[in-house]
């Protein structure tokens, strides 16, 4: 019994496709009819048990942690955003998922796949980004192709995954496609978070909140906001040292907001 | 706008973002945050109702002017009674 027969046995039972980027591209093909709540939360949580099940059991994950200081670009942020009109606002989430996207051209045996024994990197990065869903459960869509997209762009396209998401109007294609996941526990979350690959993909990024802490700089301490920046990576794909690379990757973009 | 047709806007937009809350049952004068699990995305698309329904201007440094559903009506009141 595969993975597949899992999820389809799960998508059949309740009646509608497997709703999770988590889980497999081939299972993603049947159009949901308007399933009721209840039985789109049960495929939900039976796709997510499927391909966590399957991370653990297959995925020798290392875990790394960073902490970064979010001065530079949340100062940023704030004059952006009195510039901008309301809908077009950025939250802190979208400069970090950029951030990532952009990391990925330092060390790219982060954005991939891994297949019939190798890792398959990707020249595109397709961002899977964890939407947490009102009541339980998460899907995970891509923002395809990020590495081309501006703050901006990826801000709205967030905006409407993450409203989709949670309204059940997530499509196929944006399912089951990522090359690599982030996973961001927003302002009401942990400080850390270390996070399970979604296979087939080779790492995770995770974000806890934006919170001020002590931070020592030239001597001295300071109060600044500061992330918990961590990665779950694969070790058949990636070695710690490389890991290490990808986070420090990850900070010095954070550290020129304007550039991102 | 009224406060009644104001308050109304503001449960809109708020059902928009988390379409099981009861209204009947909010305490008006708690933080909607807390009150209904709302994270940033869910506050910002608040925020952004509440602007396409009132027309109100709201900068980012007043987002929190806008934490219970009271606080809400009042704010929006209060910009379109200034004029915007």
């Not at chain 1, 889980?23 to 789109?40: C, K, L, M």
Request: glycine share 8%; hydrophobic share 50%; aromatic share 4%.
């Amino acid at each position: 019994m595969t993975r597949e027969d899992v999820e389809r046995a799960a998508a059949a039972r309740a009646g509608t496709a497997v709703p999770a980027g988590i889980a497999a591209p081939a299972a993603t093909a049947v159009p949901a009819a308007a399933p009721a709540a209840g039985d789109r939360r049960l495929a939900i949580r039976r796709a997510i048990a499927a391909a966590m099940e399957r991370a653990n059991r297959e995925i020798p994950h290392y875990y790394l942690a960073t902490s970064i200081d979010m001065s530079q670009a949340l100062a940023w942020l704030e004059a952006e955003n009195a510039r901008r009109p309301l809908p077009e606002r950025l939250l802190v989430a979208a400069l970090l998922l950029r951030a990532v996207a952009l990391a990925v051209a330092d060390v790219p045996e982060m954005n991939g796949t891994w297949e019939g024994g190798a890792l398959r990197a990707s020249a595109e990065v397709h961002l899977g980004v964890a939407v947490s869903l009102r009541g339980g459960g998460l899907v995970a869509p891509a923002i395809r192709s990020a590495q081309a997209k501006d703050v901006g762009v990826i801000m709205r396209e967030l905006r409407d995954l993450v409203r989709r998401a949670r309204a059940s109007g997530l499509r196929s294609s944006e399912m089951g496609t990522a090359t690599l996941t982030v996973t961001n526990l927003g302002d009401a979350g942990a400080d850390a978070l270390f996070g399970v690959i979604h296979p087939p993909q080779v790492a995770l990024v995770g974000f806890g909140r934006v919170a001020e802490r002590p931070w020592a700089t030239r001597g001295r301490v300071e109060a600044r906001p500061v992330v918990g920046a961590s990665l779950s990576a694969d070790h058949r794909a990636s070695d710690g040292h490389r890991g290490a690379l990808f986070l420090a990757a990850i900070d010095r973009r954070l550290q020129r907001p304007e550039a991102l | 706008m009224t406060r009644e047709e104001i308050r109304s806007a503001v449960l809109e937009a708020l059902a928009a973002v988390a379409p099981e809350a009861d209204p009947a049952s909010l305490d008006a004068s708690a933080p909607l945050r807390e009150q209904l699990d709302l994270d940033s995305m869910d506050f910002l698309n608040f925020v952004i109702g509440i602007h396409e329904r009132t027309g109100a201007e709201i900068p980012e440094a007043d987002y929190a002017k806008l934490a219970s559903l009271e606080h809400a009506v009042a704010y929006v009141e209060a910009r379109c009674a200034g004029g915007g």
